[in-house]
Nanobody, 127 residues
Framework: VQLQASGGGLVQAGGSLRLSCVASGRTFSSYTMGWFRQAPGKEREFVAAISRSGGTTDYADSVKDRFTISRDNAKNTVYLQMNSLKPEDTAVYYC?????????????????????WGQGTKVTVSS
């Protein structure tokens, strides 16, 4: 499984960006997907996650009501719509896949729960 994230860039505070992450393989619909971010000097942190079908989502409190995660299984793509961006959202954003066999309930929020990672896309929010 390979993940390719895109859509980052420079935006002013209050603006919007949409990140995309395309996955290789024919079993994308079996992956739980997540977005994480890492700011300079800080640990990687959870942003949002979505279940295999898209029916369950979870968000970090810091982005709730501003960011929306979604997926299109026909296109092997997961999205992160980011609105009302703040300077503190500045980070490298990574998409990740939890590739496991069997039944999966809910979504996970820890980086250690994901075993496939994309290369990251940089988001810079200016004040």
């Amino acid at each position: 499984v390979q993940l390719q994230a895109s859509g980052g860039g420079l935006v002013q505070a209050g603006g919007s960006l949409r990140l995309s992450c395309v996955a290789s393989g024919r079993t994308f619909s079996s992956y739980t997907m997540g977005w994480f971010r890492q700011a300079p000097g800080k640990e990687r942190e959870f942003v949002a996650a979505i279940s295999r079908s898209g029916g369950t989502t979870d968000y970090a409190d810091s982005v709730k009501d501003r960011f929306t995660i979604s997926r299109d299984n026909a296109k092997n793509t997961v999205y992160l719509q980011m609105n009302s961006l703040k300077p503190e959202d500045t980070a490298v954003y990574y998409c990740a896949a939890r590739v496991v066999a069997g039944i999966v309930v809910g979504v996970r929020t820890r980086p250690a729960d994901y075993n496939k990672w994309g290369q990251g896309t940089k988001v810079t929010v200016s004040s």
